[in-house]
């Protein structure tokens, strides 16, 4: 069953129904399909903004950045330590904050190539990247919507994947089936350092994010992932810039520098853990 026919109103929570290109609930709301399948969850009622979430540049400079396969290796430290229990046919497997899906396409055809089918849902909260994830992947079921309100049904999925993300932990655990499995992706000390050397005029200390663990679930794997990798142009140094924080945080000075570069070598570093939701919690 496509995750589609099983999503709740974003308003009041009633189980929506799909008749042809329109979901609708008891109550009235309807929500109509986009020509490219995907559907709009986001109520203006919710948005924080006009058009929240990434931008169409932005989307359009991170489709352009990983269509070039650097971040590749991510997606192979997923898959290679996803929990061996948990590695099983029809899984439901959500990535909240997809993107413009680059990384659920990508898993989507690993998996398929090891013969294990997966229901793979994306959601994110910008309708730009939906709609760019929605071009790329017809397998999939692209939702434009909020981790804050998961617009699903408790327990609809076996693993949340949030990489590079803003996790809401009270809804992925509601999301997740028992004993469901939560990925996060993160930066590590090292990530993009050289970028970062050139960005500021100096590095702040690491500090671990959710070292105290997360209330809900508990850690079961935790791998770092290093691997380096170089942009020979400054169209393709911008992309990158583009889709970091940096391109806001960064000083004025440390932009303009950046700017004359042609080529940079880059070390990416990228922390993987993985946690299993705590039996019989539903709320956290």
């Known amino acids: 069953m496509s995750t589609l026919e099983s999503l709740i109103c974003p308003i009041d929570a009633a189980p929506l129904k799909l008749n042809g290109r329109v979901l609708s609930c008891e109550h009235g709301h309807t929500f109509?399909?986009?020509?490219?399948?995907?559907?709009?969850?986001?109520?203006?009622?919710?948005?924080?903004?006009?058009?929240?979430?990434?931008?169409?540049?932005?989307?359009?400079?991170?489709?352009?950045?990983?269509?070039?396969?650097?971040?590749?290796?991510?997606?192979?430290?997923?898959l290679d330590s996803w929990p061996d229990s948990h590695m099983v046919n029809d899984m439901r497997i959500l990535d909240a904050g997809c993107g413009e899906g680059y990384y659920l396409n990508e898993m989507g055809k690993s998996l398929t190539s090891k013969g294990i089918h997966a229901e793979r849902t994306g959601l994110d909260i910008s309708k730009w990247a939906v709609l760019a994830a929605s071009k790329r992947d017809k397998n999939?079921?692209?939702?434009?919507?909020?981790?804050?309100?998961?617009?699903?049904?408790?327990?609809?999925?076996?693993?949340?994947?949030?990489?590079?993300?803003?996790?809401?932990?009270?809804?992925?655990?509601?999301a997740l089936s028992n004993k469901g499995l939560l990925l996060l992706v993160e930066s590590g000390a090292d990530h993009l350092i050289e970028l970062r050397r050139l960005l500021y005029p100096s590095i702040h200390d690491f500090k671990p994010t959710y070292a105290d663990g997360v209330p809900g679930f508990k850690l079961i794997k935790e791998q770092a992932q290093r691997f380096t990798f170089s942009l020979s142009s400054q169209t393709h140094i911008?992309?990158?810039?583009?889709?970091?924080?940096?391109?806001?945080?960064?000083?004025?000075?440390?932009?303009?520098?950046?700017?004359?570069?042609?080529?940079?070598?880059?070390?990416a570093d990228v922390k993987l853990r993985w946690y299993q939701k705590n039996e019989g919690n539903h709320d956290v």
């Open 32 to 78: 109509d399909l986009a020509k490219t399948g995907y559907v709009n969850l986001l109520p203006v009622q919710n948005k924080r903004s006009k058009d929240p979430g990434d931008s169409k540049e932005m989307v359009a400079a991170r489709q352009n950045f990983l269509n070039q396969q650097h971040y590749y290796p991510i997606v192979e430290a997923i």
């Open 140 to 174: 999939v079921s692209w939702i434009v919507g909020s981790n804050a309100s998961l617009p699903v049904p408790e327990g609809r999925f076996d693993a949340v994947v949030c990489l590079f993300g803003f996790p809401v932990f009270s809804e992925f655990s509601r």
């Open 238 to 267: 911008q992309e990158l810039l583009s889709m970091t924080p940096h391109i806001h945080k960064a000083s004025y000075e440390g932009r303009e520098a950046v700017k004359l570069l042609e080529s940079i070598s880059l070390t």
